[in-house]
C-alpha cells in the first residue's frame, strides 16, 4: 500500500476564491495542486480537513495525497513548494502517514479562533485579520451565551439553510473560549472554538450571534433558544469572512510515520 | 498661548515613502496634514517624535501642532481623521498638551520593536512586519551581544554615516531586551530597544548587528569592539526597514492637560 503525504499550509484568504478548487478561479487547493503537479511532475488531487470560505484565513489547514515512491522528500519538497506557490501561500510542514489517511476523515478535532476589535478606534495591522465592531462588548455575558452551546447539538440554526438540507447537523462543540489578546499591539478580543467537525458557516454565526449578546442586543439565555430552534432565523448575523482563521486540527497520534 | 494638539498614529510602513513631508511624495506626515487641513480648514505643520524611514512602521508615533480656540473637539476630531486619512494610517488618539509642547523636543523615552522570523519556514501573516532570517539564531549570544550597548555611548558606529557628519552621537540606550513571541500563530523573535533617542537607521544597524552573532558569524564581544571603533564599517549590516516599528514615545505626565 502507498503512504500518504500531508501538507501543512498557511493562507491569508483576502487572495483566493475560497479553499477548494474551482475552475477558472484562484482558489487554495487549486494553486497548491498546480504546485505539487510541477513539483512531483505528476497530476496530484489532495484533500483537505476543512474548506474555508473566501477571505477565511488558515495558519494550519491539512491537505493530503497518496504519495508514490519517487516523490521528493519532505524537506526539500517544503523548499520546492514555498518557491512555487504564489505569494499568501505558505506550506509550514510536509510529513507522512499511513495509506488510508485522509486529511478530512482522519481529523478528529479542529479549532477555528474568530478575532474582534471592538471600540470607536479601527484597527491597523489587525485590519485583514479582525472584524471591527465599534461597540464596547460584555465580555461576561459572551461567555454566558457560549456556554450553552458546549456539547453535543443540533447546530442547524447556526449554518447556511441549503447546507443543511437532508444532511445530519449534529456536531460536538468541546470549547468557546472568549480571550481578550494584545496582538501586533492591537487589542482584540479573539473567539477560540475547537469541537470535531464544523457545519458551513458555523463559526461565523456563532461569533455574529455572540456579537449581538455582547452588544446587549439580545441576553445570554437567548442563545440557548437559538440553538434549540433549529432554524437559521433563530440565531444571529453571520460574522465577516476575514476574522476566521482556522487555527488547528487534530489527528491521533499514530497516523504518523 | 494656545494649546497644542498631539495625536497618536498608527501606520503600516510598506504603503509610504517614509514620515516626513516630501513634495510630491505619499508620506504619512503629507497625508495626515491633508486631512488636518481638511477637518481643521486651515493649515497644520505638524512636528513628529520620530522620523521613520520607508518601510518602517509605526504602532504609537506622535505628532503635535498648535491648536486653535476654534478647532473640533478630540472626539469628533478623531473620527474626522480615520473618515479622511487613506488606508494604512489609523488615527488612534487625540489629546491636549500645554503650550510649547513639542512631540520632538518633548519626548523623554522612545521604543522600537523590531521582529524577526528566523528559520527555513517563511512567515504568511507576519510578511511584512518582520525579517525573514533563513538560520537559527543563537539566543543567549544574542542578549550578551546587546548588554554591551546598554548605558551612555558614541553611537556613530550604527549610524548612516553621512547622517551623522558634525552632528553628537552620543545617546542612551536603557533597554534592550530579546524575546521569543508568537505573533498571529507565527514564531519570532522581537528585538525590543528603548532609550532617550535614536540616530538615522540606529535600531536597524543594532539588530543587523545582533543577527552576525546570532548566526554564529561574529562573537558576542565583537559588539562591544564595533561600539568603540566609532566609524560604521565596525558594525554589521542594516536590517531591512519593514521589520521595525516606533512602538511608543514616553513624555512627562505632567505635559497633559
Not at 503512504?3 to 475552475?23: H, I, K, N
Not at 433558544?225 to 491521533?252: D, I
Amino acid at each position: 500500500m502507498t503512504e500518504t503525504t500531508v501538507l501543512t499550509l498557511s493562507y491569508d484568504g483576502s487572495d483566493f476564491a475560497g479553499f477548494a478548487r474551482q475552475p477558472g478561479l484562484s482558489t487554495v487547493q487549486g494553486e497548491v495542486e498546480t504546485a505539487l503537479r510541477t513539483a512531483l511532475r505528476r497530476k496530484v488531487e489532495t484533500v483537505g480537513a476543512g474548506r474555508t470560505d473566501a477571505g477565511v484565513h488558515a495558519l494550519a489547514q491539512v491537505i493530503s495525497f497518496e504519495a508514490d515512491g519517487s516523490d521528493t522528500e519532505p524537506s526539500s519538497l517544503l523548499r520546492s513548494l514555498n518557491a512555487l506557490t504564489p505569494p499568501g501561500i505558505v506550506v509550514t510542514g510536509v510529513r507522512h502517514a499511513a495509506a488510508g489517511f485522509s486529511a478530512r476523515h482522519s481529523a478528529v478535532a479542529r479549532e477555528y479562533r474568530y478575532r474582534i476589535v471592538p471600540g470607536p478606534v479601527p484597527p491597523l495591522f489587525l485590519a485583514r485579520y479582525a472584524w471591527t465592531v465599534r461597540h464596547r462588548l460584555n465580555l461576561n455575558d459572551m461567555r454566558r451565551a457560549a456556554s450553552h452551546l458546549i456539547g453535543e447539538h443540533d447546530f442547524r440554526s447556526f449554518c447556511v439553510t441549503e447546507s443543511a438540507l437532508g444532511k445530519r447537523t449534529f456536531r460536538r462543540l468541546d470549547l468557546i473560549e472568549i480571550m481578550p489578546e494584545n496582538v501586533l499591539g492591537e487589542h482584540s478580543l479573539t473567539v477560540r472554538v475547537v469541537g470535531n467537525a464544523f457545519l458551513h458557516s458555523m463559526v461565523r454565526v456563532i461569533v455574529g450571534s455572540l456579537v449581538e449578546v455582547g452588544t446587549g442586543r439580545r441576553s445570554p439565555a437567548w442563545m440557548l433558544g437559538a440553538l434549540t430552534a433549529c432554524e437559521r432565523q433563530a440565531a444571529g448575523p453571520t460574522a465577516p469572512p476575514h476574522g476566521l482563521t482556522l487555527w488547528h486540527v487534530t489527528y491521533p497520534e499514530e497516523c504518523w510515520l
